[in-house]
């Protein structure tokens, strides 16, 4: 009569037993995938931050550029180098833990009317280390001596200039810093492009570097 409560616990215990076992199992099996998902929605979230993030940055820039003037009520304020290079500062700052000064490529262009009214590029300054890569719309002088340089931007939405001003066209370049996915994404480049009419005049001929002078940021 005392065996069967004992068999009736063993057979209880044993059941716990093989439950447990195959709970373990289960989560052998499905952990890794759990992981894969969780990891690899971290590193697309990543992704679409870092787009944001440098979208931001690259109207920042073109803003700041179209405001910067120095001179005063006697002369018509000019550009010069050194307001260029604090720029550029200010966008390694903005950039933060992206680094866009390592990993990425900023090119500021000044697009203008030149004396034929054709669009031309009258110069372009660059700043950060990311190779190859050079403007997509044109390199300084484009369009000085002609009339068929349609603007900066896509085909068909091309940016331009108005006579007696200046449209700051910003191109930011990144390459994309993954988190733990590196080889399944893939290299990845983030680009985007801004562009503001400089707001007040400006003496346009060139950009100025007084002395001190500073090393400008050439592409």
Known sequence: MKRAPLRRLRQLFGRRSDDRGVVIIELAYTLPLVMLVGFGGMEMANLTLANTRISQLTLSVADNASRVASGT?????????????????????????????????IILSSLEVNALGGQWIRWQRCYGNRPSSPSSYGVQGTGALTTTFPGMG????????????????????????????GSWLGPRNVWSTAAFTVRESRDLTQIYNPAPSVTASSC
Request: proline content about 7%.
């Open 154 to 181: 896509p085909a068909g939405k091309e940016v331009k200039a108005v006579p007696g001003s200046a449209v700051m066209f910003v191109e930011v370049h990144y390459t994309y810093q993954p988190l733990l996915f």
């Open 73 to 105: 009520n006697l002369v018509t304020p000019q550009i010069r180098e050194v307001d260029i290079n604090e720029i550029f500062t200010g966008a390694q700052l903005q950039s933060g833990d992206l680094n866009v000064q390592a990993h990425g490529r």
